[in-house]
């Protein structure tokens, strides 16, 4: 059963992508992040205690602003499923072996830091390390995008760091996939300047037509058309990271808010 139930505002973080309650099945929902935010004052507003001692005061404001809720989520939602495939699993599984007697041959007899950006990463880079015949250590960090609805700005905050240093180290960094490539070209910046023997980058997936920056990917498994990716580690809303294809997210017809397909958040 879907509802149609907004999630509680997260506190401190302005989101540059859609973000929806999403319940069973392959469904969910979308929101426009701006739409949203005006939701989420009208209802703010709406529950100002007149009187916080007083029950009936308190009761009123809640189912005032349960209703509200309910319209912001009525207006501001819109399905979402999953839609085409872009990348088949085994599709997957080859480029990682590729990639992996790739990057070996690269880096034979030297010793591999890997970088695995937080969330979406992960699932591809413990594919590929698997098919890594150097020696090799793994890191995560984890990084926040500020941005409009759309658009990364490229002012990135580090939200999780590096628990090793990385001076005099081959480091690699893992990303899922490179869009405006801003986020990347920070992260490149900042461990560029921890003074590392090499920084080179491997991206599981690209998207060319919506770059900003030129950047050195040095290693790409699959370039992509201009769709939100999800599936092998890429999520919507914290979703659909389990599945073991890539697939493009299928968003219904646009309503007000609108979050288009292109919208972005690391992790
Ligand atoms: P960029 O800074 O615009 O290159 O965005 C980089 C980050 O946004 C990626 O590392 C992903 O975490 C996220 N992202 C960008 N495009 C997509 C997508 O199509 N699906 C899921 N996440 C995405
Ligand atoms: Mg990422």
């Not at 699993?89 to 990057?103: C, M, N, T, W, Y």
């Not at 150097?134 to 590096?162: H, N, W």
Request: neutral net charge.
């Amino acid at each position: 059963m879907e509802t149609r139930r907004p999630p509680s505002p997260r506190g401190g973080r302005v989101g540059n992508r859609a973000e929806g309650a999403q319940t069973g099945g392959n469904e969910g929902w979308v929101w426009g992040a701006h739409s949203r935010v005006r939701g989420v004052c009208a209802i703010r507003s709406e529950l100002e205690p007149r009187k916080p001692s007083d029950s009936r005061c308190v009761f009123e404001v809640r189912r005032k602003s349960q209703r509200l809720a309910h319209t912001a989520a009525q207006t501001y939602t819109r399905p979402v499923r999953i839609g085409k495939i872009l990348v088949q699993p085994d599709e997957l599984a080859h480029r990682v072996k590729e990639l992996g007697r790739e990057i070996s041959a690269e880096y034979e007899g030297r010793e591999l830091f890997l970088v695995g950006v937080l969330k979406g990463a992960v699932f591809f880079l413990s594919d590929l390390m698997r098919e890594l015949e150097v020696p090799c250590e793994v890191d995560f960090m984890a990084v926040a995008s500020y941005g409009s609805q759309t658009d990364s700005s490229g002012v990135v905050r580090i939200l999780k760091d590096l628990d090793a240093p990385i001076e005099g180290r081959h480091v690699l960094i893992v990303e899922d996939i490179v869009d405006s490539g801003l986020t990347l070209n920070y992260l490149l910046r900042t461990l560029k300047a921890r003074n590392p023997a090499s920084l080179e980058v491997c991206a599981l997936l690209t998207k060319p037509e919506r770059r900003k920056v030129d950047l050195p990917i040095r290693w790409t498994g699959f370039e992509i058309p201009n769709a939100f990716a999800i599936g092998y580690g890429l999520d919507h809303a914290e979703r659909y990271r389990n599945l073991p294809y890539v697939a493009a997210l299928e968003v219904s017809d646009a309503g007000p808010g609108e979050a288009g397909a292109s919208d972005t958040t690391p992790g």
